[in-house]
């Protein structure tokens, strides 16, 4: 079986997120296409879509990452698994708060 987002799975655990997988092979790309949906509370509204090919020797080639928050429409489009980890560490007050849908969440949190 392949190991997709192995690190993101992880740090999602980290920060009690739940999530769900799946894969979809469409039937007239050569890329195969894997979501993994994510959320907090049974709201898994946000998802990282991975398309990746499969080189001669049967290893991954990732083409792209989109990552959408909270039902965004304009997906942020990071190339490697590091970009997207460095780029969900930054914003992990908003993804923990949905507060890509409702900023006013933000400001009744409190400094630690």
Known sequence: MMLVLNRTKQWLRKNDFG???AYIRPMMVPEHVYVLKFGRDKKINSRVIVKYQHSLLGR???KEL????????NPRIFKSE???LVYLDDH????????YK???RLLDVQPD
């Open 60 to 62: 991954l080639k990732i």
């Open 92 to 99: 992990l007050d908003k993804i923990k708060l949905d507060a």
């Open 102 to 104: 409702h900023p006013e």
């Open 66 to 73: 989109d990552l959408r928050l909270h039902g965004q429409h």
């Open 19 to 21: 999530y769900k997988k």
């Open 82 to 84: 590091d970009e997207l």
